[in-house]
């Protein structure tokens, strides 16, 4: 059972726009601390995708985004490629001296 | 070219012991809080453990204090994970993933992960 609760799957067909959902408590994401956000592709290592509610790295294109409000944050991405199918996990800071993911989202491009 | 290569894991039999280590370039080593985290074959991920960087201040998961222990060199650009006590949910690809000082920074580089396998 993760501390940030994300929906197993999400789906769509190219061009169009997806978001997936990260819900945490008072403790985490309602404590203010920042949600970051990484994907991770078949078989390599996660990558950072949005630090800080809703800043890309250099090279992460702006079809990808992220927001923060209350206990929850998101991320969306628009203009789905096949190339974005992967698994998505956000990850915050909990008050107990610890770092939380997300469950993961796989998402399927269809 | 930031780079963070694990090695050591291996598979050991439940009870035994595993040192992981993960050999950064690329960045000021001694200027990062240096972390660990794993993934179960096909789970999520999970924290495992956190230095700072000069090591004074070192945090674990609940499930994992007492057996695991981080440590860091320096001047050797290295990062440690000491494993006692494996037990068969210790199975997992260990990542090295490196973060700047601040609780709310980012894991921003991440090493491709050495697998550690628990089994009799």
């Known amino acids: 059972q993760s501390v940030l609760t994300q929906p197993p799957s999400v789906s769509g067909a190219p061009g169009q726009r997806v978001t997936i959902s990260c819900t945490g408590s008072?403790?985490?994401?309602?404590?203010?601390?920042?949600v970051h956000w990484y994907q991770q592709l078949p078989g390599t290592a996660p990558k950072l995708l949005i630090y800080?509610?809703?800043n890309r790295p250099s090279g992460v294109p702006d079809r990808f985004s992220g927001s923060k409000s209350g206990t929850s944050a998101s991320l969306a991405i628009t203009g789905l490629q096949a190339e974005d199918e992967a698994d998505y996990y956000c990850?915050?800071?909990?008050?107990?001296?610890?770092?939380?993911f997300g469950g993961g989202t796989k998402l399927a491009v269809l | 070219e930031v780079q963070l290569v694990e090695s050591g894991g291996g598979l050991v039999k439940p009870g035994g012991s595993l040192r992981l280590s993960c050999a950064a370039s690329?960045?000021?080593?001694?200027?990062?809080?240096m972390n660990w985290v794993r993934q179960a074959p096909g789970k999520g991920l999970e924290w495992v453990s956190s230095?700072?960087?000069?090591?004074?201040?070192?945090y674990y998961a609940d499930s994992m204090k007492g057996r695991f222990t981080i440590s860091r060199d320096n001047a050797k650009n290295s990062l440690y994970l000491q494993m006692n006590s494996l037990r068969a949910e210790d199975t997992a690809v260990y990542y090295c993933?490196?973060?700047?000082?601040?609780?709310?920074?980012?894991?921003?580089?991440w090493g491709q992960g050495t697998l550690v396998t628990v089994s009799s």
């Open positions: 993933a490196r973060k700047l000082s601040n609780w709310n920074d980012p894991f921003d580089y």
């Open positions: 690329g960045f000021t080593f001694s200027y990062y809080s």
């Open positions: 230095i700072s960087s000069s090591s004074s201040s070192i």
């Open positions: 008072s403790s985490n994401i309602g404590a203010g601390y920042d």
């Open positions: 800080s509610n809703s």
């Open positions: 990850q915050s800071y909990d008050s107990s001296l610890s770092w939380v």
